[in-house]
């Protein structure tokens, strides 16, 4: 059971180029989340798919976009790349609605991001 | 609004020494609670979990009890141990996953 699968793991961009963070998830899970982690920031959420079809901002959306492709995948986008966008980027899922507060969520094993 | 918050660190403890790591909570409902622990270079995995008041969640000789009155959920471990240095993240979920700041333990030999 591969859980969450976030490619690539590491990856080097120069100023102004742009990538897609890919994730996709094996368990089913109606919500989906890319977070940012930078040294004492802890985690922030840049944006969160509730469902299949739905997206939402979260604290710091600017300079991504996402596209929850299907239930399995959520992609993140950096159209313009910024040194400010260096960080370890986390994908996660979980189920999150009434009857399923209980169920932890999954992470992946995080994108290691450098802009020059 | 929901948010959770949790002390800053680092925490540096030597081996076999006492842990806590304080968490408080607001919620607009009635929430379950998670510390999830990152260990260097790793993504984010779940230490424990609790979801409902008074509920004690444990794992790996760590324990902590969601309680309702306090909205508090603290970490404990009686014996650290070296192989406990990561950093611990406090979480809650209700309708979306809500986590702390995240507090560094390290833990010398």
């Known amino acids: 059971n591969a859980g969450v699968t976030q490619t690539p793991k590491f990856q080097v961009l120069k100023t102004g180029q742009s990538m897609t963070l890919q994730c996709a998830q094996d368990m089913n899970h109606n919500s989906m989340y890319w977070y940012r982690q930078d040294p004492g920031m802890g985690l922030r959420l840049i944006y969160y798919?509730?469902?299949?079809?739905?997206?939402d901002k979260g604290e710091v959306p600017n300079g991504y976009n996402v596209s929850r492709l299907n239930k399995r995948e959520f992609s993140l986008r950096l159209e313009s790349a910024a040194p400010s966008q260096t960080s370890v980027y986390f994908c996660?899922?979980?189920?999150?609605?009434?009857?399923?507060?209980?169920?932890?969520?999954?992470f992946g094993q995080g994108t290691r991001l450098t802009v020059v | 609004g929901n948010s959770v918050t949790q002390m800053e660190g680092p925490v540096t403890l030597s081996e076999e020494a006492f842990l806590t790591i304080n968490c408080t909570y607001t919620a607009t409902g009635y929430p379950s609670l998670f510390w999830y622990v990152q260990y260097p270079g790793e993504g984010l995995q779940l230490l424990l979990k609790a979801t409902k008041a008074d509920d004690k969640g444990s794992n790996k000789g760590f324990e902590a009890t969601y309680r309702k009155e306090t909205t508090s959920f603290h970490l404990e471990k009686g014996s650290v141990q070296v192989s406990d240095s990561a950093v611990y993240f406090c979480?809650?979920?209700?309708?979306?996953?809500?986590f702390g700041s995240g507090t560094k333990l390290n833990v010398k030999p």
């Open positions: 996660a899922s979980s189920e999150a609605f009434a009857g399923a507060l209980n169920t932890e969520a999954f």
């Open positions: 979480a809650l979920n209700f309708n979306k996953f809500y």
């Open positions: 798919s509730a469902s299949e079809g739905t997206t």
